[in-house]
């Protein structure tokens, strides 16, 4: 089964390679089945794209506050509104919206539920602005990948501390290096960075597995390139903390 709790990370967040997905091509990094490896990289976000068609909705809590997106709400708004209202937002291309099934961990029931996921691309650049997980034509995750540059502290300055600081080894620790992303457990938020070579050059962002664990804060200026938006009783939140992948926040290291 795909949706387990060795798989509970991937369903946390997405890496920044979803927007060369198409139809009948599963989501990366697994919105709750076993889709991580199925998709290369992508370019990372263009820092030209006009403000009007980027989604800044995170830090400006318009047109409603985080876990809340464009007057939708997890656990309430239904398969039909949350499609009517992504596909009309001004930053997303209503030609390329796609469909494929997906699946939902219930924690509570323990079961792997059968899902519907549904990619939004940008209007710019070529990627992908959103996704969204439906169960029984229900709104229950929420996924945005931000077409602008935005920095992890940033996002801390307005939802402020976070509740843990989660990281993940690449290639089962084959790799020095991790993945990492900030939770907000109690709002149901959390942001992510994964570079896209699990081996990066000399130069190149990265996080040290060991400077984690170390109690080190991470870089302020890591990009943010994927947030999601979970219920309390999402996997991603109700498991949390995972021992030896999520960290108290100590805050953000000496530049």
């Not at 597995?209 to 991470?218: A, L, T």
């Amino acid at each position: 089964m795909c949706a387990t709790r060795s798989t509970a990370f991937r369903n946390r967040h997405f890496t920044r390679r979803v927007g060369q997905l198409a139809i009948g091509v599963a989501l990366i990094l697994s919105v709750g089945s076993c889709v991580a490896q199925r998709n290369g990289p992508e370019p990372g976000p263009s820092p030209t794209v006009e403000v009007s068609l980027t989604d800044r909705s995170l830090l400006t809590d318009e047109p409603c506050a985080s876990p809340c997106w464009y007057g939708l709400e997890l656990g309430v708004s239904s398969r039909e509104e949350a499609l009517a209202i992504a596909g009309s937002l001004p930053f997303v291309d209503s030609t390329e919206v796609s469909a494929s099934p997906d699946g939902y961990w219930d924690v509570q029931r323990q079961e792997n539920l059968p899902a519907e996921l549904f990619r939004f691309g940008c209007r710019e650049p070529a990627q992908t602005c959103a996704a969204l997980v439906f169960v029984d034509g229900v709104l229950t995750r929420i996924y945005v990948f931000p077409n602008y540059p935005l920095r992890f502290d940033e996002v801390t300055e307005h939802l402020g501390v976070p509740d843990y600081v989660q990281i993940r080894p690449y290639h089962g620790g084959a790799s020095p290096f991790c993945s990492v992303a900030l939770v907000w457990q109690s709002r149901g938020v959390i942001v992510g960075f994964d570079t896209a070579d699990p081996f990066p050059k000399p130069g190149e962002l990265r996080v040290r597995c060991s400077d984690i664990r170390g109690g080190v804060g991470i870089d302020a200026g890591l990009p943010v390139q994927s947030i999601f938006y979970g219920l309390p009783t999402d996997n991603s939140f109700a498991t949390l903390p995972d021992p030896g992948g999520d960290f108290p926040w100590t805050g953000f290291g000496e530049p």
